[in-house]
């Protein structure tokens, strides 16, 4: 599955933004280990607090589908360098997705790969629970 266009997939959904605060749109596309193809983008809200991510969109439409093996998340925006995902993003991707490698692409051509330790080093762990590590 390896020609799979993640990134084709991914500017297809950032059409789908809702982002009339930020005014920037944000597009992933996620390939699950079985090889489907979720997508996410940004959704915003008037409580700005409330808006949800691309990343975590992906990852929920994921889930809610029966999949949480993941292997490839590829990521754009409006920006014309690569976006780097969000904190929060960082933690729910390492949720499901410890060996998930995570490629952000900028308008400009610019790419830029992280492993989800790059990305987020020494992630929390609950004790004694059965978080994948
Ligand atoms: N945003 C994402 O969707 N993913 C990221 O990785 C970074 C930020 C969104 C959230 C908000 O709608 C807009 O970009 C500006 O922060």
Known sequence: MQNIDL???AHDV????YAPYSRFRVGCALEGESGTVY????VENASYG?????????IGS?????E?????LVLVSDASEPVAPC???REVLREFGPTL??????GSGATVRWTIDQLLPGSFKLPGSEHRS
């Open 7 to 9: 990134l084709g997939a």
């Open 14 to 17: 950032l059409l789908n933004a």
């Open 39 to 42: 997508t996410g983008c940004n």
């Open 50 to 58: 409330l808006t949800i991510c691309a990343e975590r969109v992906a």
């Open 62 to 66: 994921a889930v809610a589908a029966g």
């Open 68 to 72: 949480q093996r993941f292997k490839r």
């Open 87 to 89: 904190g929060a993003c």
């Open 101 to 106: 490698v995570v490629e952000s692409h900028g």
